[in-house]
């Protein structure tokens, strides 16, 4: 999402920049000097790092729209099949919901969301995704928002030491404007 929304356009005005993404799904330790800039959407542990809300993000339910011409949505999941993450992301509030519902028939799981949107595209079942970054995806459309999962914040994260150089202030710069972008924030 980050590089077709604009992250790598600061090369044009930077063209000695070297951007490098890490996408995992676990945190990185911006203490440890593992990155110097964090996109997160849970709460700080760690006292000494520099954080800035950019935005907030409710959670829906995602889709091809051909899943969702032969399989409408309606008020149960019976016959649905769905897409979870694994690993830590397992433990998230519309991960457990999902995983519960009656008649939901989970078929694949993984640990990469890309992976889970790939599915999700090729018409495999209904996959949870952050608003901003599910109505980003041309292949998928929002089939249900998931008003009772509650919002979450999502932070962009330095450590000071980091933050003072000028590559880390140009990254962040554009990250605040994607995200300004995407969430309206």
């Known amino acids: 999402?980050?590089?077709?929304?604009?992250?790598?356009?600061?090369?044009?005005?930077?063209?000695?920049?070297?951007?490098?993404?890490?996408?995992?799904?676990?945190?990185?330790?911006?203490?440890?000097?593992?990155?110097?800039?964090?996109?997160?959407?849970?709460a700080l542990k760690h006292a000494s790092l520099k954080a800035r809300c950019v935005g907030r993000t409710g959670v829906g339910l995602y889709a091809s729209p051909g899943y969702l011409a032969a399989r409408p949505l309606g008020a149960s999941f019976r016959g649905h099949d769905v897409l979870l993450p694994s690993g830590e992301l397992s433990r998230l509030p519309e991960v457990e919901w999902l995983a519960s519902r009656e008649g939901a028939r989970v078929v694949f799981r993984s640990n990469s969301m890309l992976a889970l949107m790939d599915a999700a595209a090729a018409g495999k079942g209904l996959v949870p995704l952050p608003l901003g970054w599910g109505d980003g995806e041309k292949a998928l459309v929002r089939a249900k928002v998931l008003e009772h999962i509650p919002e979450r914040k999502v932070w962009v994260v330095t450590h000071p030491i980091s933050s003072e150089r000028f590559a880390v202030t140009v990254v962040v710069n554009q990250l605040v404007a994607i995200f300004e972008r995407i969430m309206g924030a």
Do not use: F, S, Y
């Open 1 to 42: 999402m980050l590089v077709v929304a604009g992250l790598l356009d600061l090369q044009t005005q930077h063209p000695d920049l070297v951007i490098e993404l890490l996408g995992d799904n676990r945190p990185v330790d911006l203490a440890r000097g593992e990155a110097d800039v964090a996109v997160r959407l849970a």
